[in-house]
């Protein structure tokens, strides 16, 4: 089977790990990395991998056959539309868009021409998120009742150095890490019907958010809340608490997020499960402690084998854009209400 050539555009954080992704898998060949930064002129280099300091020049000449979009939120509609535009398949990391309006206008371009576009909420890859979707599903847990979460942690100084964007309007927290954990709660509790906030930047300063906590109520009737922080010194989050990244340090002990049914609850990612087994739902009544099993491998990779298996037209997009719009819909709007 002939290789796929994948290009990068943005060698940033993520994008390097997009980058390692592609050079190591059996399908794929780096076609080439976009970025604009000089010093990623010199890791290309380096590295002997072709260099475009602009999308424009990686799809003027022989396009790849797909880009994977880790460029900063304000250019992945433009950027993804001049893909499309050119006969490129698309995989834009999360957010879709950078607000609402830009990515209904990504969406109606990519209805239009049928283009092959995938976002990447890779988290919907895990074996740990659909495991505990499974769960739920399989009405272990009873009616849900309340889902109680957390991404708390502390981004350094230099993260902001590296990208001053994100210490402006649409860079902080809630678009970047909130969008997340919106998509997570969506495959386990249903979509999101309404949502209050309270924001503070009395940390940074910035013109963003460094903390915001969240009530959110479910379609279903399910209620939940959210503790959202990137200054915060804890390790009550995805990335720390799944073992997912490498890059994070790990507490495979705590749990990010606990979902409550009238018959148990589910803590996640350390899927301990407590249900009342074949005693009466009471307080009084002691519960039954078990671990659900779950493959633990590293999303980003199975999110790189269904976009080969989607631009061989052998799978169609897990996560579309119509289908992360809903996310950033409501991710956009609880930085409207956020006081």
């Known amino acids: 089977m002939t290789a796929l050539r994948i290009a990068v555009a943005g060698v940033g ?37 072709p260099y475009y300091h602009a999308l424009e020049d990686l799809l003027a000449g022989d396009p790849p056959d797909a880009v994977i979009l880790a460029t900063p939120n304000h250019l992945h509609v433009e950027q993804a539309i001049g893909c499309i535009q050119a006969g490129v398949a698309v995989l834009i990391e999360k957010p879709v868009a950078h607000t609402l309006a830009a990515g209904e206008r990504l969406c109606e371009a990519v209805e239009d021409t049928g283009a092959t576009v995938l976002v990447g909420h890779h988290r919907r890859h895990s074996p740990i998120l659909r495991r505990a979707h499974e769960i739920i599903e399989q009405g272990v847990l009873g009616r849900v009742v309340a889902v109680q979460g957390s991404a708390m942690f502390h981004k350094p100084d230099e993260y902001f150095r590296e990208a001053p964007w994100r210490t402006k309007p649409g860079g902080g927290p809630i678009l970047i890490n909130m969008v997340h954990e919106i998509d997570n709660l969506r495959v386990l509790c249903g979509e999101i019907a309404d949502v209050q906030a309270f924001a503070s930047n009395a940390l940074r300063g910035s013109a963003v958010e460094d903390t915001v906590v969240i009530n959110l109520r479910f379609a279903g009737g399910a209620l939940g809340s959210f503790l959202l922080s990137d200054t915060a010194a804890s390790p009550k989050s995805w990335e720390q608490t799944s073992g997912e990244n490498p890059m994070y340090a790990s507490y495979p002990d705590e749990e990010c997020y606990v979902v409550v049914g009238t018959d148990g609850s589910l803590a996640i990612p350390t899927m301990r499960l407590r249900t009342y087994g074949e005693g009466t739902p009471s307080w009084k009544t002691p519960f039954r402690d078990t671990v659900a099993e779950v493959d633990r491998t590293d999303p980003l990779i199975r999110q790189l084998d269904h976009f080969c298996a989607i631009i061989r037209g052998e799978a169609e997009p897990l996560v579309t854009v119509r289908d992360a719009l809903e996310s950033l819909r409501v991710v956009e709007e609880i930085a409207r209400v956020a006081c």
């Open 13 to 49: 954080l993520i994008g390097r790990r997009h980058v390692e992704l592609v050079q190591g898998h059996p399908s794929c060949v780096l076609s080439g990395v976009v970025d604009p930064a000089s010093t990623v002129g010199e890791f290309a280099r380096r590295a002997e991998i």
